[in-house]
């Protein structure tokens, strides 16, 4: 009996020396739980950021190792990459050797033959053109002949004879626009807009010493390359064709040069009397 009621009575002692731990103790606790996690998560992140960094010096070297061309490389080391030269695209020629071409910016010429050539690094097909006016060689890319205008049929210079013909379409506007648009005629290289041109500042049996500099100018270049493809077309002596473009234009230059002659001459008599 008395052993049962010892334990009985240390039970009770028991019982009354567990108190209940304070709700600040517990709190205290998660906190502390909660900083080692993240302590624990930083270091994760530092050594995942050095693993980065490492890789990201070895790529440097790798780099370096490639750009470097005095260097050996050793048996571990990479070997520079070797560039392969890029090609021009391959497109079909339009156009053979010895055939006669427009450009619009120079005018007529013959392709004299087709060669590759290298520029930026890169092999590039092109003609080699021959501009016998401006005593120049033009090398023109293949892949951009679309550019390039094959000469006017006779039926085109017919139709062109005939624009030479009708009345010039003189706009009212300023010198200064017309000019701008009788020189974007010329340079489109269309044989139709080269004939108005010629039209438009032809001056007939006019003296062409009241044409304007710049007006004169701009006839003769379009009169120049009009006349060259006529030549070529035609197969005829340069005299020839300039005929046949006097004649639609109604321009009689020994007519011209006496007028001129006579002018000059009037001019002197003039000067010599006031001198006198």
């Given at each position: ?188 290289g269309k044989i139709y807009d080269l004939a108005e041109v010629v039209r438009d500042l032809n001056k007939g049996d ?71």
């Amino acid at each position: 009996m008395k052993n049962i009621l010892k334990k009985i009575l240390n039970k009770k002692k028991i019982k009354k020396v567990t108190k209940k731990i304070p709700k600040t103790e517990k709190k205290a606790t998660k906190t502390k739980k909660i900083s080692k996690v993240v302590k624990k998560i930083k270091k994760v992140t530092k050594k995942l950021n050095k693993k980065k960094e490492i890789k990201e010096i070895k790529k440097k070297d790798k780099v370096e190792v490639k750009t470097d061309p005095l260097r050996i490389p050793k048996n571990n080391e990479q070997k520079p990459e070797i560039k392969k030269v890029r090609k021009q695209e391959t497109e079909k020629r339009l156009y053979k050797v010895k055939d006669y071409v427009n450009y619009p910016k120079d005018g007529v010429g013959q392709i004299i033959e087709t060669k590759k050539i290298n520029i930026g690094g890169i092999d590039v097909e092109v003609y080699v053109i021959k501009l016998e006016k401006e005593k120049a060689e033009l090398k023109f890319p293949i892949n951009k002949q679309s550019l390039l205008r094959p000469l006017a049929t006779i039926n085109q210079l017919n139709k062109c004879v005939s624009i030479l013909k009708s009345k010039p379409k003189i706009k009212r506007s300023m010198w200064s626009r017309r000019a701008q648009e009788y020189e974007a005629k010329i340079s489109s290289g269309k044989i139709y807009d080269l004939a108005e041109v010629v039209r438009d500042l032809n001056k007939g049996d006019d003296i062409m010493i009241d044409q304007s500099y710049s007006e004169r100018q701009l006839f003769e270049k379009a009169y120049e390359r009009l006349l060259t493809e006529f030549q070529i077309v035609l197969g005829s002596s340069l005299e020839d064709a300039q005929k046949k473009l006097d004649k639609a234009l109604k321009r009689n230059l020994e007519k011209q040069a006496q007028k001129i002659e006579e002018k000059l001459s009037e001019d002197q008599s003039i000067n010599q009397e006031i001198t006198e």
